[in-house]
């Protein structure tokens, strides 16, 4: 375990296994009480990796049809569940990153419903795309883990953003190089980034269709993720800090990989048509970005 109260005195204001999960239950207990101590959030990769073994996309339908090792729903589930019912016995703030099953929005919803301490996050290619479409072209950039899932996950994390279920938005932005994606499926490294895509997606696919207002899309991708790290921010009070995004929520554009700003590539959204669009990032009360 890392040396949580020297990197809390150093400003971290929270700790994760992401990108490599506890799979001891021990271990976890330990890591929830250490970090309780600092009143700082422990946020969960869960997945059981005894599970999830050499699987590289969803197990189901899809996976059997084209061949491929499976990543089972209930491998993300089991580790929710350990993860929860620590929780409800050490207190200690819970987080559970990019939720992808609709058995986790379930588990999340019935241990909020009994007052457990802990929030959740979904993504945008959690909401948008169904592991239908890997096998259309192959595509590396639709590897990720966890892995995209099908539609009736994908309803279920629209109805736990809905509801309140799940408390924030997400990009998990994971930048490659081309080098390393273009590469057989299953030798490609998980990730595509998302946060240059992140608010049209929502807007497009969560505001027009009706499912969150305005208001709930900053409560998601702001106001919520400061609360959760206890970090400043998150609101337009007087004298709070001036990071500010304005945006225009009528503005189509099209994705177009070759002009992000990020140096990676890796977007299976490249050619698609969204709507919603940031203007201008205030930071610090300083304009740093205008578009």
Not at 106 to 117: F, P, S, T, Y
């Amino acid at each position: 375990m890392a040396d949580i109260g020297e990197m809390v005195q150093t400003g971290a204001v929270a700790v994760t296994d992401d990108g490599s999960p506890v799979h001891d239950a021990g271990m976890m207990r330990r890591a929830l009480e250490y970090a309780g101590m600092f009143g700082i959030t422990v946020i969960s990769h869960a997945e059981d990796m005894s599970l999830s073994g050499k699987g590289v996309m969803n197990e189901g339908y899809e996976s059997t049809r084209l061949g491929m090792h499976g990543i089972p729903p209930f491998s993300e589930e089991v580790c929710i569940s350990r993860d929860i019912i620590l929780c409800k016995y050490i207190g200690t703030p819970l987080h559970i990153a990019h939720v992808s099953t609709k058995g986790s929005v379930e588990l999340i919803r019935q241990a909020k419903a009994a007052g457990v301490n802990v929030t959740a996050e979904a993504t945008p290619h959690h909401f948008t795309l169904t592991d239908v479409e890997i096998g259309k072209e192959f595509s590396t950039n639709l590897k990720m883990n966890p892995p995209l899932r099908t539609q009736e996950d994908v309803d279920a994390i629209i109805e736990g953003l809905k509801d309140g279920t799940i408390d924030a938005i997400a990009s998990d932005h994971a930048p490659h190089a081309p080098e390393e994606k273009e590469v057989e499926f299953d030798q490609a490294p998980n990730g595509i980034i998302g946060l240059e895509t992140s608010l049209g997606l929502v807007a497009t696919y969560l505001v027009k269709p009706g499912h969150l207002t305005w208001n709930e899309v900053a409560r998601k991708m702001s106001a919520a993720p400061a609360k959760i790290l206890r970090a400043p921010g998150g609101d337009l009070r007087a004298g709070a800090i001036a990071d500010i995004t304005i945006v225009n929520p009528k503005a189509a554009w099209t994705v177009k990989v070759d002009k992000f700003y990020s140096k990676s590539r890796n977007s299976p959204y490249d050619g698609w048509k969204l709507q919603g669009k940031v203007k201008y990032t205030i930071l610090g009360g300083e304009v740093s970005f205008e578009g």
